[in-house]
């Protein structure tokens, strides 16, 4: 009767050879480990080199919108000023003082509340919703006082503005959100490079 390894000789031949590989272990030349670990030394630097240039369009965007801030309260200002003393009137003599104290009630409100005013309304809606929703007495009190602040104060950004600031506030939100827009388009091609 024959066994059964002898049945199948290629089976043995097989196992032989696992066995073998098994004590000898597999070598990998040196070459291949040497460009392996060059592969994965180049990946870890792509990595990098993407997460710097990631951080690198933050930045940029951050900048950029804080800059579009700045223009506006400038182009907000030249406008208050412009619509407060306009070029055509006679100027009469002014001291420094009195220039000053006009500047600081006519047109200093409209410069440090030049994007205020869709913040101060986002804030009533939601201050509105919380009163609404609110069943405990001291809480309800203190939503409703600062809803009437901000009232008042969205009545203030209101009264009297200048239709040439409100021109310059309606355009800076609109610059603001194509600067967020440009960011989110933008934000794909790093992740594409990191894969």
Not at 68 to 89: C, K, S, W
Not at 106 to 120: E, R, S, T
Not at 146 to 162: G, H, T, V, W
């Given at each position: 009767?024959?066994?059964?390894?002898?049945?199948?000789?290629?089976?043995?031949?097989?196992?032989?050879?696992?066995?073998?590989?098994?004590?000898?272990?597999?070598?990998?030349?040196?070459?291949?480990?040497?460009?392996?670990?060059?592969q994965?030394?180049?990946?870890?630097?792509?990595?990098?080199?993407?997460?710097?240039?990631q951080?690198?369009?933050?930045?940029?965007?951050?900048?950029?919108?804080?800059?579009?801030?700045?223009?506006?309260r400038?182009?907000?200002?030249?406008?208050?000023?412009?619509?407060?003393y306009?070029?055509?009137?006679?100027?009469?003599?002014?001291?420094?003082?009195?220039?000053?104290?006009?500047y600081?009630?006519?047109?200093?409100?409209?410069?440090?509340?030049a994007?205020?005013l869709?913040?101060?309304?986002?804030?009533?809606?939601?201050?509105?919703?919380?009163?609404?929703?609110?069943?405990?007495p001291?809480?309800?009190g203190?939503?409703t006082?600062?809803?009437?602040?901000l009232?008042?104060?969205?009545?203030?950004?209101?009264?009297?503005?200048?239709?040439?600031?409100?021109?310059?506030?309606?355009?800076?939100?609109?610059?603001?959100?194509?600067?967020?827009?440009?960011?989110?388009?933008?934000?794909?091609?790093p992740?594409?490079?990191?894969?």
């Amino acid at each position: 009767m024959l066994s059964a390894l002898s049945r199948w000789p290629c089976i043995d031949w097989v196992f032989a050879v696992m066995i073998l590989a098994l004590f000898a272990g597999c070598a990998t030349p040196i070459e291949v480990k040497t460009a392996s670990k060059a592969q994965l030394d180049l990946l870890t630097a792509l990595d990098g080199a993407v997460s710097d240039l990631q951080q690198s369009f933050d930045q940029f965007h951050k900048a950029k919108e804080a800059r579009i801030r700045e223009e506006g309260r400038m182009f907000v200002a030249r406008q208050a000023i412009a619509a407060i003393y306009p070029t055509n009137r006679p100027m009469k003599q002014i001291t420094a003082d009195a220039l000053f104290e006009s500047y600081n009630t006519n047109v200093q409100p409209w410069v440090d509340n030049a994007l205020a005013l869709p913040d101060v309304e986002a804030q009533i809606v939601s201050l509105t919703k919380k009163v609404a929703a609110t069943g405990d007495p001291a809480l309800k009190g203190r939503y409703t006082l600062a809803l009437q602040d901000l009232q008042e104060l969205r009545a203030r950004l209101i009264r009297n503005k200048p239709s040439a600031v409100t021109e310059f506030e309606d355009m800076i939100p609109a610059d603001l959100y194509n600067e967020r827009h440009t960011l989110q388009d933008v934000q794909p091609f790093p992740d594409i490079l990191g894969r």
